[in-house]
C-alpha cells in the first residue's frame, strides 16, 4: 500500500499534469491555502507553463487582503525563481479581478511569460510600466487592467507586443503638459489597441 501512495504521488507530480494550473481558492482559511500554493510553487514552478489565479476573500475577512495580495506576489516570484529550469517558465498568466494583487511589480521577473491577462481589475491597482517590462522578451499579448503609472517619458513595454490592450484610468495628471505620450509608445505595435 505504501508503494502504491508514492507511486500515486510522484505520478501526480509529474511535469506533464501540473504544467497547466488553473488555482480557485475560495471560502474560509485563504491564507493558509494560498501559502501552500507557495509552498507548492516553490518545489514545482518550473514544470508550470500556464496559470490562472483565481483567489476570492470571503466579504467578512478584508482584513486578510494584505496578506493574501502579498503571498500572490511571492507566488509570482516562486515561478520566476524557478523558471532558470531546463525548459521552466511561466508562459502564461492569468489572474482574475477578484484575486488580491497590490502591484506589478514582480511581473517583469517572469521573463518566459508570452500571454499575460489582467482584466476587470480596479483602478486602485498600479500598473508601473517602466523599463523593467523590457526584460519581457517574450511577451506577446496583454491585457491589462488599472492605473497605469509610468516613469519618465511613458510606458515602456518590450517590442515583441503584438496585442496589447491597456483599460484604467488614464488621468495622467491635470496638467496636459506632464501626461506621458502614450500614443508613442503603444502604437507603433500593429495590431495594438489600448481601451
Known sequence: MALACRQLHAACLAPALISELDVQIQGPRCVQRTQALLRFLMQHGQHAHSLRLHISLPEDSLEEHDDVASLVAACLTACAARQAQPGGGLRQLSIT????????????????????????????????????????????????????????????????????????????????????????????????RTA
Open 97 to 192: 479581478p477578484d484575486t488580491p494583487l497590490r502591484s506589478t511589480g514582480c511581473l517583469p521577473l517572469l521573463t518566459a511569460l508570452q500571454q499575460l491577462s489582467l482584466e476587470g481589475r480596479s483602478s486602485n491597482l498600479q500598473l508601473r510600466l517602466d523599463g523593467s517590462w523590457r526584460q519581457l522578451t517574450a511577451l506577446q499579448e496583454a491585457h491589462l487592467s488599472g492605473h497605469p503609472v509610468c516613469d519618465g517619458d511613458g510606458p515602456c513595454l518590450p517590442p515583441s507586443l503584438t496585442r496589447l490592450c491597456i483599460e484604467g484610468d488614464l488621468d495622467w495628471a491635470d496638467d496636459e503638459d506632464d501626461k506621458p505620450p502614450l500614443d508613442g509608445r503603444v502604437s507603433p505595435f500593429p495590431c495594438s
